[in-house]
């Protein structure tokens, strides 16, 4: 038989059981909270003023890069964040590719070895490729430069 003490103590056990998931489940849901929120914050490049609309692919460019002591050789996949799609109908911009890859390509050639293989050096370049094009391509609408693939070989 049960008596009124065994049914207190489950019931304290179950109670605690439940306070402490309960802290459990809160404290988890502050903390994704407070997560979401700074890496928005922080999140450096993202203007929630200009989205991204599409995503240009582009074909991977292989190239020799400005090493005078041996022979380096890069290799960048890069897709571009556009502002409005190219398959809209009311969009009357063509993609032309020769310009895109050439404003790309002039940037990569006067990158260095010891540029490229760094967080700071790859983040600048995105900039550089950035700034080139929408210099070369405004109409386009470039508002972020995405590395799919990035190798460097010596």
């Given at each position: 038989?049960?008596?009124?003490?065994?049914?207190?103590?489950?019931?304290?056990?179950?109670?605690?059981i439940?306070?402490?998931l309960v802290t459990l489940g809160l404290n988890a849901a502050v903390y994704f909270f407070?997560?979401?929120?700074?890496s928005a914050e922080a999140a450096p490049g993202h203007s929630s003023s200009a989205p991204v609309a599409a995503v240009l692919?582009?074909?991977?460019?292989t190239l020799?890069?400005?090493?005078?002591?041996?022979?380096?050789y890069l290799r960048v996949g890069i897709d571009l964040g556009l502002d409005r799609d190219l398959k809209d109908s009311k969009?009357?911009?063509?993609?032309?590719?020769?310009?895109?890859r050439d404003a790309i390509l002039n940037v990569l050639m006067a990158a260095k070895p010891q540029d490229v293989t760094t967080v700071e050096g790859k983040r600048k370049l995105k900039e550089q490729i950035l700034a080139a094009l929408k210099e070369?391509?405004?109409e386009l609408g470039v508002r972020e430069v995405?590395?799919?693939?990035?190798?460097?070989?010596r």
């Open positions: 038989m049960s008596t009124p003490e065994s049914k207190n103590g489950k019931s304290s056990k179950t109670t605690v439940l306070a402490v407070w997560l979401r929120h700074t692919h582009l074909e991977t460019f020799n890069i400005d090493d005078p002591d041996q022979r380096t969009s009357n911009v063509v993609s032309p590719t020769a310009i895109l070369r391509l405004p995405y590395f799919t693939e990035f190798l460097v070989q």
